[in-house]
């Protein structure tokens, strides 16, 4: 009986890995977001770095007025 158990669990998780790939090579075909918009967004957080490091670099200024 428990070899029965074995192969239905054997046969679930083949199912299971068939959906993968299945799942994976639909990913791989069809990118849910076009190339251009990740090297825009790349460089747009390379530019947020850089304006983040230029204004630690930037003393902060007093407001108060005395």
Do not use: K, W
């Not at 200024?61 to 005395?66: D, E, K, P, Y």
């Amino acid at each position: 009986m428990h070899t029965h158990y074995v192969f239905l669990a054997l046969e679930v998780a083949r199912e299971r890995a068939a959906e993968a790939d299945a799942q994976r090579l639909a990913r791989l075909a069809h990118p849910s977001e076009p190339i251009g918009v990740r090297v825009r967004r790349s460089i747009a957080r390379a530019a947020l770095a850089v304006a983040r490091v230029a204004d630690d670099e930037v003393r902060p200024v007093s407001l108060t007025t005395h």
